[in-house]
C-alpha cells in the first residue's frame, strides 16, 4: 500500500511591494495541514512551506515528485499570488518574486507539469487558490494579480487539478479586511468538507476528489455566486482523499433495516454488502454489525443472504443511491447576518478580541492606579507594559492577540515575584491599597493571557538554522549567568534551596526567551510580547534604584538584542529541525543550568551584612557578613574594616556583645549553631555550640553567665553556659509565635514576645512560666532592653514599657505611626525602624516624654537592622539592597555617610 504525502506552498509576504500582502494564505496552508495529517481523516504525510523563495519551493517541489512511488497519493497545494508573462505563461509567486520579471524569479508551471509527468504516482491531486487579481467589490479582495488558466498549465494524464475559480474570476478571501484572520472561501469550504464529512455526498464513508470538488463548487457559489471553482481530471477510476470522520449509516438504510415488511428490508443486503469493501474501516464494522443482525432475521432467505454477504467475495457493483445535499438556501437568519456585516462595516467597529482587550484595559487600569499612588520602578513599568499591550491590539489587530499571549509566561512569573510582597500587606486604607491594585493587575493580566493563548492561532513552526545557532549562543551566556547567579550577589534570608534557585529560574527564563523565536516562529507580535513582559521580570528581581548588578545589565541586553533580532531579522533560508530536537534545545538550559547549580564550586559573594552591634565606647561596629559567613570589625572612625573577618558558621543572622564588650555572640542560623569570638584576641573561641534549628535571637546574661538563642522554627529556646560553652538542661518551650527574647540583668526572668499581644516571663532557674503573660499590644516584634532594668516593647504601630525590676507590671501601650518593626535605645531615647509602603522609615521617640520627636522616611535598601551607638550620636543601618552599611546622625535624622564593606 503506498503512501499519503502532501506538499502545502503559501505565500502571503512579498518583497515587491507591487505585490499586496496577503491575509488567508498561511491560515489556508495551515487549517488545510491539520485535516490531511489527522489519521482519522485522510493520514497524510504533509510538508508546509510559508513565505519561502522560489529556490527552496522549487527544490521542495521537485524533491517531493522525485521520491514519490507509483502507489503513492500525491496532493500539492498552493495558496498565494498567481502571475502571467506577456507571452501568457504562468508562474507561481513566491516571496523573492518580483511582479514585473516573473519569468526569472517566479515558479515557473511548467516546471511543476515536468515533475508531475516524471513522477511515478499513478495519482496525483493539485489544488491551487490563486486567481485574477484586483478588488471585486468593497471590502473584497482577490488573491492574485492576473488571470491564470491552471486548465492549460497544469492539466494532464493520471491528475486531477483542482482549482479557486476559473480565469476570469476572482477568489475571495471572505468579506473584512481587520479582524480575525479569514479563510479564502475556496479553502475554507475545502477543510470544511473534509474535516466534518459533509463532502461525502454518496454517505459511503469515503471522500473522493470528485465528490470534494463537487461539495466546494456548490458551497463556494452559494457564498459568492460570482466565483466559480473549476476541476480538470484525466484519471482512471475514483480518488479517495479522506474518510468521512463523521460517518454514520445513511437514514434511508436505517428506516429500511427498521421495516416490518421482509421484502423491503431485502433491498437492504445489496448496499450492505457495497459497504463491507469499504476503505473506511468505520463504516465496513458497521455494515458487519448490521449484516449479522440481519443473520437473526426472521426471514430465512435475509438471514441466509446475510450470511452469504459475511462470507463470500466481493459483491458486485451495486450503486448506492446519491444523497447530494443541496446548496444552501437564503434564509433570514443569513440576510439578518448579512445586514448586520454591512451597518458594521458603515459603523467601523473597531475589530479586535474583545474579551482579551476588555482584559486588558482592566489590568493596565488597575496597573496605572497603583503607579499613580504609589510610584516605584516595578509598578511603573508594569502599567507601561500593560498600556503598549492595550495600545498594540488597537493598532495590531488580530495580531494583538498574539502580542497578549506572548505576555502571558513573563506575567505569571511577574506574579509570582508579587506574591512575596503581598504577605506583608497590612488591610489599613490606602496604605495597601497599591499592593491590592498591583494584584488585581497581575490577575487581569493572568485571564488575559490565558483567554488570548487559548484563542491564538499561530503558523506552523519553521526554525533557521541560523537564528537557533543564536539562540544556543545565547543560552550558554544565560547559563553563565546562571551559574555566577547561583553563587555570587545580594541573598535574602531565606532557605538555601530557594536562594539557589531563584537566579536559576531568572537564567531559565532568559534561556528560554532566546531559543523561543529561533526554533518555534511564533511570530513578531508574540516574540514581541514575550521579550516586553521579560523587562517586567527583569525589574522585578532587580531593583535599578538599588543599584543593577553587572549580571541584570548583560541579561537586559540579551532580552533587548534578541527581542530587536526577532522583530526585524530577514527571513532567510535554514533547515528544518525535528520536533524532539526543537524539545531537547528547550530543555537543555534547564538541565544544565540545574547541574552547573550542583556541580560548580562557590565563588565569593558580594558582602551584605545583616546582624549589627556597637561596642560600649562607640569606636566600633561588629556586622555579619551573611552571604560569606564571616564577622566583620569596623572602625566608626575611620570607616574601615580593622583586622581580618573571622569565619563563623553559614548564614550568621544575628549578634549579641556582652555588656561590657569583652564577648560577641553570633547565631549561625544556616548551621544551627552559635559561635563564641574573644573580641580583645579578635578571635573564635572553642568550637561553635549547637542549637535549635535556624537560632535567629539572641540575649546574654552577664551576671548568670548564659545566653539564650530562640529558634522560631522549633518555638524552643536553647540555654548556654558562658563558661562551659555548653548547653544546659533541654530546650525551654517558648510558646506559640516566638518573635524575640530578653533576659533582665539580674538574670533571672527571661522574657518572650509572642508577636500576637502579650510577653511571656520565664523563671530562669525554675525553667517554668513565673506568671500569666504580659498583654502589651498587638504583634509585639522586637524586646529592646534600656538603662535601668526597663525592657520596651515594639509592636507594629505601639511600644510599652516593662519594667523588669518588680514583680508585677501593666504596661501602658504608647501611639506610634504604622509599620514598626525593631528597636534600639541608649536610655534617653528609642529608635524604631519600620516601613511605609516600599520606603523605610526610622523614628526616635523621647522616652521622657513618649513622643516621637524625629523621623526620617527614605529607600534604605529594605533595611533589616538598626544599631545605636552607647552615646547617642550615630544610628548604623544593614540592608539587602544597598551596598555597605548606612551611618545616619540622630540629629534629625539623617544619612551622613556609608561604611563599604570589602569583598
Known amino acids: 500500500m503506498g503512501r499519503r504525502r502532501a506538499l502545502l506552498v503559501a505565500t502571503y509576504e512579498y518583497e515587491d511591494t507591487a505585490m499586496r500582502r496577503l491575509v488567508a494564505p498561511a491560515q489556508d496552508a495551515e487549517a488545510l495541514a491539520r485535516v490531511l495529517e489527522d489519521p482519522d481523516i485522510a493520514g497524510f504525510e504533509v510538508e508546509v512551506l510559508v513565505n519561502e523563495p522560489e529556490s527552496r519551493v522549487g527544490r521542495a517541489i521537485a524533491r517531493f515528485y522525485a521520491t514519490s512511488e507509483r502507489d503513492d497519493l500525491t496532493l500539492f497545494y498552493f495558496s498565494g499570488h498567481g502571475l502571467k508573462d506577456e507571452n501568457g505563461r504562468l508562474y507561481l509567486a513566491m516571496k523573492d518574486t518580483e511582479h514585473d520579471s516573473p519569468r526569472f524569479t517566479g515558479l515557473p508551471t511548467q516546471f511543476v507539469n515536468e515533475a508531475v509527468d516524471e513522477s511515478a504516482s499513478r495519482q496525483k491531486i493539485l489544488i491551487l487558490d490563486c486567481c485574477y487579481g484586483g478588488a471585486y467589490a468593497v471590502q473584497q479582495f ?15 494524464r493520471g491528475r486531477t487539478v483542482l482549482t479557486a475559480s476559473d480565469s476570469l474570476q476572482y477568489a475571495f478571501e471572505g468579506s473584512t479586511i481587520h479582524g480575525e484572520a479569514p479563510q479564502s472561501v475556496f479553502t475554507r469550504h475545502l477543510v470544511e468538507g473534509l474535516r466534518t464529512g459533509a463532502a461525502d455526498l454518496d454517505a459511503d464513508g469515503d471522500i473522493t476528489v470528485d465528490e470534494l470538488y463537487s461539495y466546494v463548487y456548490e458551497a463556494v457559489v452559494a457564498e459568492q455566486p460570482n466565483q466559480r471553482p473549476q476541476q480538470v481530471a484525466q484519471i482512471e477510476g475514483r ?168 505576555l502571558s509566561v513573563p506575567g505569571l512569573v511577574s506574579a509570582l515575584l508579587l506574591t512575596s510582597r503581598l504577605t506583608n500587606l497590612i488591610p489599613s486604607g490606602l496604605q495597601s491599597l497599591p499592593g491590592y491594585l498591583d494584584a488585581a493587575a497581575h490577575v487581569a493580566w493572568l485571564a488575559a493571557g ?53 537566579p536559576v529560574v531568572l537564567g531559565i527564563l532568559g534561556a528560554e526567551l532566546a531559543l523561543a ?35 541584570s545589565v548583560i541579561l537586559f541586553a540579551v532580552w533587548f538584542l534578541l ?46 551584612a545583616i546582624g549589627l552591634a556597637v561596642s560600649p565606647d562607640s569606636q566600633f561596629l561588629y ?129 518572650v514576645a509572642d508577636s500576637v499581644n502579650s510577653v511571656a516571663v520565664i523563671d530562669t532557674k525554675t525553667r517554668q512560666p513565673t506568671r500569666t503573660p504580659i498583654k502589651v499590644n498587638s504583634q509585639p516584634h522586637d524586646l529592646t532592653p534600656g538603662r535601668d532594668g526597663m525592657l520596651y516593647v515594639i509592636g507594629q504601630s505601639t511600644y510599652a514599657v516593662i519594667n523588669t525590676n518588680v514583680e508585677s507590671t501593666r504596661p501602658v501601650p504608647q ?89
Not at 460517518?247 to 437492504?268: F, G, K, N
Not at 529541525?577 to 559573594?605: E, F, S, Y
Open 142 to 156: 482577490a488573491k492574485a494579480d492576473t488571470a491564470v488558466h491552471t486548465k492549460e498549465a497544469l492539466g494532464g
Open 239 to 406: 480518488t479517495v482523499i479522506a474518510s468521512n470522520p463523521g460517518w454514520q449509516l445513511p437514514e434511508y438504510l436505517a428506516t429500511t433495516l427498521e421495516s416490518p415488511v421482509p421484502a423491503i428490508r431485502q433491498t437492504a443486503l445489496n448496499p450492505l454488502g457495497q459497504l463491507l469493501q469499504a476503505s473506511n474501516e468505520h463504516v465496513r464494522q458497521t455494515a458487519r454489525a448490521k449484516l449479522e443482525e440481519l443473520t437473526d432475521d426472521d426471514s430465512r432467505a435475509i438471514s441466509a443472504a446475510a450470511q452469504a454477504y459475511l462470507d463470500g467475495p466481493t459483491v458486485g457493483p451495486v450503486a448506492i443511491p446519491r444523497v447530494r445535499r443541496p446548496a444552501p438556501a437564503p434564509t433570514f437568519g443569513g440576510a439578518a447576518t448579512a445586514t448586520v456585516r454591512r451597518w458594521r462595516d458603515r459603523v467601523r467597529l473597531p475589530t479586535i478580541d474583545w474579551p482579551v482587550f476588555l482584559l486588558t484595559v482592566a489590568a493596565a487600569g488597575f496597573a496605572v492606579v497603583s503607579a499613580v499612588l504609589q510610584a516605584s520602578w516595578y509598578s511603573i513599568v508594569v502599567a507601561a507594559v500593560l498600556t503598549v499591550a492595550l495600545i498594540a491590539q488597537l493598532r495590531l489587530r488580530e495580531a494583538g492577540t498574539s502580542f497578549v499571549a506572548g
Open 450 to 502: 490565558v483567554v488570548a493563548f487559548v484563542r491564538w492561532r499561530p503558523g506552523r513552526p519553521r526554525p533557521q538554522l541560523r537564528l537557533v545557532l543564536l539562540g544556543v549562543v545565547a543560552a550558554i551566556l544565560v547559563l553563565v549567568m546562571v551559574v555566577d547567579a547561583s553563587r555570587s550577589g545580594p541573598h535574602l534570608l531565606q532557605p538555601d534551596l530557594v536562594r539557589r534557585l531563584t
Open 517 to 551: 523565536c529561533p526554533l518555534f516562529n511564533l511570530g513578531r507580535p508574540f516574540f514581541a510580547g514575550w521579550v516586553l513582559g521579560g523587562f517586567v521580570v527583569w525589574i522585578g528581581l532587580f531593583n535599578p534604584a538599588g543599584g543593577p548588578t553587572a549580571r
Open 563 to 608: 527581542g530587536l533580532v526577532g522583530v526585524i531579522r530577514p527571513a532567510g533560508t535554514g533547515l528544518p529541525t525535528r520536533r524532539w530536537l526543537m524539545a531537547a534545545t528547550v530543555v537543555a538550559p534547564a538541565v544544565l543550568g540545574g547541574v552547573a547549580v550542583a556541580v560548580v564550586p562557590p565563588a565569593p559573594r558580594s558582602p551584605i
Open 623 to 751: 556586622a555579619a557578613d551573611i552571604g560569606n559567613a564571616r564577622i566583620l570589625r569596623l572602625s566608626t572612625t575611620t570607616r574601615k574594616q580593622v583586622g581580618d573577618a573571622l569565619r563563623v558558621g553559614t548564614q550568621p543572622s544575628r549578634l549579641a556583645l556582652s555588656p561590657d564588650g569583652k564577648m560577641l555572640y553570633v547565631a549561625n542560623s544556616g548551621s544551627d549553631t552559635i559561635s563564641v569570638i574573644d573580641v580583645a584576641a579578635w578571635k573564635v573561641v572553642g568550637q561553635p555550640i549547637a542549637v535549635a534549628p535556624e537560632p535567629t535571637e539572641l540575649t546574654v546574661s552577664v551576671a548568670a553567665h548564659r545566653v539564650y538563642a530562640l529558634s522560631k522554627k522549633s518555638q524552643t529556646i536553647t540555654e548556654v553556659n558562658t563558661e562551659t560553652m555548653q548547653t544546659v538542661g533541654g530546650p525551654l518551650a517558648s510558646g506559640p509565635n516566638p518573635a524575640d527574647i530578653a533576659v533582665d540583668e539580674k538574670g533571672e526572668r527571661l522574657y
Open 815 to 903: 501611639e506610634l505611626p504604622d509599620g514598626a518593626r525593631i528597636g534600639a535605645s541608649d536610655g534617653k531615647r528609642l529608635y524604631i525602624l519600620g516601613t511605609e509602603g516600599t520606603d523605610d522609615v526610622v523614628q526616635i521617640v523621647d522616652l521622657g516624654k513618649h513622643q516621637v520627636v524625629g523621623s526620617l522616611t527614605d529607600d534604605l535598601g529594605a533595611a533589616v537592622e538598626l544599631a545605636v551607638s552607647p552615646d547617642g550620636q550615630r544610628m548604623y543601618v544593614s540592608n539587602f539592597y544597598q551596598d555597605g552599611i548606612l551611618v545616619l546622625d540622630t540629629v534629625g535624622p539623617k544619612v551622613i555617610g556609608k561604611i563599604e564593606l570589602q569583598t
